[in-house]
């Protein structure tokens, strides 16, 4: 792979990273504006269904930034496996 190349790829990748925090901070300043206006109102809890949708689109935004679970996370679970399968 050539430097250009190297470095597209890398200024794609910082700013997938930039946009993906951006989402988060919004979405944690909006959830936090609704939860107040929703306990301010004092109606019936509707707060926790905009968190829950929009966290399901927060993880597949990080899921498609970070890709899936690390190295070490894959290592953790494959040595689960064995050890469960050891104990069967």
């Known amino acids: ?15 997938a990273l930039t946009a993906f925090y951006i989402h988060l901070l919004i979405y944690v300043l909006a959830m936090l504006l609704l939860l107040f206006i929703n306990v301010a109102t ?3 809890w509707w707060v926790q269904w905009p968190l829950l949708g929009w966290g399901i689109g927060i993880a597949f935004h ?3 930034v970070f890709g899936p679970a690390p190295n070490f996370v ?3 679970q494959a ?3 064995k050890e469960m399968m050891d104990k069967m």
């Open 1 to 15: 792979m050539q430097e250009s190349e190297k470095l597209e790829r890398a200024k794609r990748k910082v700013a």
């Open 42 to 44: 004092g109606s019936v």
């Open 62 to 64: 990080a899921l498609a």
């Open 74 to 76: 894959r290592r953790w």
């Open 79 to 81: 040595r689960k496996v």
